[in-house]
């Protein structure tokens, strides 16, 4: 099973347009060092190196210090024949979401965000919230999906008696099964000083 930051920079690295070059020299030479790659692909030297030094951190080649006139470098020499990407998307979840259920929240006093209710007057649309200060300051706005935007129409108010977020969700009619999507919201809306935990 491979781990998303290795897919990650994986694939970030076979995406530049000079990969599967180098991969063909690293295929075809014993072992080679970031200046002769880089002269044989018309490479700047450190961007050669950053290629070689990402490989050898993921595994798929391995580098030797060798010495010449007393100056030590690095060979980098193939270690993978093949390389498989295999994800599990699923493992991608947030932790622990059965205890970050029991949290309770509410809507904090005086956090400058908008909540714009829906046509049915029974959920929220969307919430605008706005960053940094005078004419640096950013608008943002966060569109929310159908159930995000029911439970955030039942979060109490910031006078009112906070309520867990299961609770919230009861009341709300969401099901279980869709308290990731609203962790998440409740973290970003948290992050930006929507919500409170009081």
């Not at 699923?90 to 509410?106: A, F, G, H, M, V």
């Not at 046509?119 to 919230?129: A, F, G, L, M, P």
């Amino acid at each position: 099973m491979t781990d998303f930051k290795f897919a990650a920079t994986l694939g970030s690295y076979l995406a530049k347009n000079y990969a599967e070059d180098f991969f063909s020299l690293l295929v075809n030479y014993q072992d080679i060092s970031a200046s002769e790659a880089a002269s044989r692909l018309g490479l700047h030297i450190q961007t050669a190196q950053d290629f070689l030094e990402a490989m050898e951190s993921l595994g798929v080649l391995s580098k030797e210090e060798v010495y010449e006139k007393k100056r030590p470098y690095y060979r980098y020499t193939l270690q993978k024949q093949r390389i498989s990407l295999d994800l599990d998307l699923t493992k991608i979840k947030l932790n622990d979401p059965e205890t970050k259920q029991e949290r309770k929240i509410r809507e904090k006093k005086n956090s400058g965000a908008n909540l714009t209710t829906a046509r049915n007057n029974q959920s929220i649309s969307s919430v605008t919230i706005w960053t940094g200060n005078g004419r640096d300051q950013k608008e943002r706005r966060i569109s929310l999906t159908h159930p995000q935007g029911r439970f955030l129409f039942h979060l109490p108010f910031p006078n009112a008696r906070p309520l867990s977020i299961v609770a919230i969700m009861e009341r709300a009619n969401v099901e279980a099964s869709l308290s990731p999507e609203i962790l998440d919201m409740v973290d970003l809306l948290e992050k930006y000083g929507v919500i409170e935990t009081p």
